[in-house]
């Protein structure tokens, strides 16, 4: 009998407990909004990660010197404004007055000198290089601070625009040491949004800070931000995430698999937005591996893969083809690669492979010279459309008597590969702000990866200096011209396409314009 | 029997002792370490060195473990290279979530598969019997992600009995209801092979002289088949249950991804797919420990229903 009331009790004890909080967990239509992503945040410490999951978190809870606008601009930020010397070697910041940190602490040129310091010295960070020839920084005054490099950096404003480059509260993080980022309470910046509980790959709760009026220019909402409180929730699942919009659960979600866009259009609960992003997916070649070395080889290969088809067959219509490296819109492009870029033409990629001596035993079989096969590996990482797409290349290589031999390879297995060496060609799409991308993936300093292509070229070396290091705008732009002309004409890659992104909002969700950082820090966004 | 339970404590350290020398040497020999996912794809040469350096992965391999052990002696799991958060944390937020999936689970197969098993075997060959056993092997064919799929499209995106996604505490209302379809879907699988197991275990037994001879005395009928038929077939059950319970505790990866479930398996999926040493360490030492623990609970269990097991 006991046993029993006991019971009662206890299922009481829990009913009064469920009930306040299904109340509190009912979709609130007023005031919160819940994003819905894929992957988990890794850790809110924004010097110690690269993980896009993470960055969205970071531009809701801190604030960087400067804000980049729609169009990948430089504008203020918690710096109004900023001077760079002659030589550009020193940059000097002014900050804006009147901005406090979530604690309420007013921020200062000593939190901005600390974090610069923490982030060009942290041991093992992974993203400490973008401000490298910083060699000291100074705090004159509470609302100045000047950076001293050793050698110009063309992209460093940009580069103290992205997450990595948030100020943080020098205060907190000498508190939370090794544990800052990892939770409520080890986490201080300037956002407009406050983090309030983080349950790992389950939710992250952030909560409106009242206090906050210093919004980017790009915004017409300066602040307080318009949710009361933002929501990321994981769902790793392609199906629930979609329908988590659906059912009003979640108002936004990402990595929308192109398979289900053409329903979803249809679908009157969602809104589904594409943008375009920078980005360029691509086959890179290692150079070193014989037959790759020749350069008609190459550009055979470049002329025998049909780009339409892969667009209509991998990406169901979600991307542009991809002429040279960098995608149109990114500054410094180079028309040029529409005039000579390869386009899909498998009679002259057999022309060039019957005249450079690879001759056809039967058809349907490999290409041969002096006994060897004509036959490539191909390394690639499972992902939306990859496997369609690797299908795609081989089959069309196939048609012109070129083998290709396809493995697939978990992404951390993958990177590991190309950085030993063992392709022939791999398959990689890879996303970017700025065209210094091309630093990363062709100055030959940058062997064996990311530049997994074997590319040693003098002159290639000395445009990318002079793109990082010219404080003159048209000589960088001319000189990532002449590099995405010297990639082109070189069939270092085969360009394939620049990938459309897709997200689906809510209908009542308005979303004035998509940002590189996604939603980025969220102010002109409402709810109706 | 006290001797017994202290000797087979014991045995874990050599059981953990071996499973941390397999997970090391296995983790350190696959294509691919932590510094290339944490510095991302497009990293400098020298910062993946630097993060190699910074998190240790230049040294040579007995050094590696020799620290590991170090730390683990003094009861430190690392931090995880990803997120920064001591390992010993994020299992302990993860694994309540992992033991009620694991107990729902358990509990729903064996409330569905052991009264299915006992009917079935007591009106053998019938169409009752045919029809029960059609039923739980039809649930059972079906993959674990795609009975997951099935259940989220009918009751939580059409119905909307249930909720998407998410996890609460059993302690509340709201805990029960995401619970409910993770649990019918990892049961699903389970409940087929224990309903067979009892079936089979059940006719075995109600044919034995003791069951006759209970009969014969004029016991009450669901007396004998419950009493005396089903307590001597509960030793394979049990084994098939405990089993089973070992096997939900190492994570219903799949079923945690479906159902957006913040336990142990997707925890240990993302931290083997990332390299993530620690966590990946740290995660497979707590599941060595609570296998062996669960196996020695199902051995003293036996104990308890058959009076002829003793351990000495």
Known sequence: MTRIVRWCVLALAAFAVAVPRLAAGAPAANGTFTFARPEETETLDPEKTTAVSSAEVDYLLYDTLLSLDYANGVKPGLAEKWTISPDGKTYTFTLRQGVRFASGKPLASADVKSTMDRWRTLKGSPTAFNISPVESVDAPNPATVVLHLKEPLSILLI??????ASILNADAVNRAGDDYGTGAGKVDG????????????????????????????????????????????????????????????????????????PALDKDRRVHVIRYADLNTAFIGFKLGHKPLDDLRVRQAINDGINRQEIIQGAYYGLATEALGPLAPGTPGWWPGAEKIGYRYDPSKAKRILDEDGWTQPAPGQPRQKNGQPLSLLFLYSPGPGVEQLVNLVQSELRGVGVAVRPQRMEWTAFLAALRAGQHDMFFINVRYVTPDVLYFYFHSKQRPAPNRFDWADPETDRLLELS???????????????????????????????????????????????????LYKMLDLTLK | ??????????????????????????????????????????????????????????????????????????????????????????????????????????????AVSVPVGIVAAYNRNSPLDLATICAVLAASAMPVFAVGLILLWIFAISLRWFPLS????????????????????????????????????????????????????????????????????????????????????????????IFSLPGMGRLLVDAILGRDFPVVQGAVLLLALTFVLTNLLVDIAYAAVDPRVRYA
Do not use: C
């Not at chain 1, 990082?468 to 085969?494: C, F, G, H, P």
């Open chain 1, 159 to 164: 580069n103290l625009a992205g997450y990595s």
């Open chain 1, 190 to 261: 300037t956002g407009p949004y406050v983090l309030k509980e983080w349950v790992r790959n389950d939710r992250l709760v952030v909560t409106r800070n009242p206090a906050y009026t210093w919004g980017p220019p790009l915004y017409k909402n300066h602040g307080p931000a318009p949710f009361g409180t933002v929501v990321f929730h994981t769902i790793v699942e392609d199906t629930p995430r979609v329908a988590s919009v659906q059912v009003g659960d979640a108002q936004f979600a990402e990595s929308i698999p192109g398979e289900q866009v």
């Open chain 1, 468 to 518: 990082r290091s010219s404080t003159n705008d048209r000589e960088r732009m001319d000189a990532y011209q002449k590099l995405q002309q010297i990639i082109v004409q070189n069939a270092i890659w085969v360009p394939l396409v620049h990938e459309k992104r897709v997200v689906i909002a809510s209908p009542n969700l308005t979303v004035p314009q998509m940002h590189a950082n996604v």
């Open chain 2, 1 to 110: 029997m006290a001797s017994y339970v202290t000797g087979r404590l014991l045995l874990m350290v050599p059981v953990v002792f071996g499973v941390s020398v397999l997970v090391f040497l296995i983790l350190h020999l696959t294509p691919g370490n932590p510094a290339l996912v944490v510095a991302g794809p497009d990293a400098p040469p020298d910062v993946v060195r630097d993060v190699e350096h910074t998190l240790g992965l230049d040294q040579p391999l007995y050094v590696q473990y020799g620290k590991y052990v170090l730390r683990l002696i003094h009861g430190d799991l690392g931090r995880s290279v990803r997120s920064h958060e001591p390992v010993l944390g994020q299992l302990l937020t993860t694994l309540p979530v992992t033991i009620a999936l694991a107990l729902v689970g358990v509990a729903l197969t064996v």
């Open chain 2, 166 to 257: 998410g996890y609460a505490p059993l302690t509340t209302v709201d805990g029960w209801r995401h619970i409910a379809l993770p649990a019918v879907t990892v049961s699903s699988g389970a409940v087929a092979l224990l309903a067979r197991l009892t079936r089979s275990s059940m006719l075995e037994t109600l044919h034995q002289d003791y069951v006759r001879t209970a009969r014969a005395k004029g016991l009450w009928e669901p007396g004998v088949v419950i009493r005396h038929a089903f307590r001597n077939a509960l030793l394979p059950v049990i084994t098939i249950v405990g089993l089973q319970f070992g096997f939900l505790l190492s994570g219903a990866v799949v079923t945690e991804s």
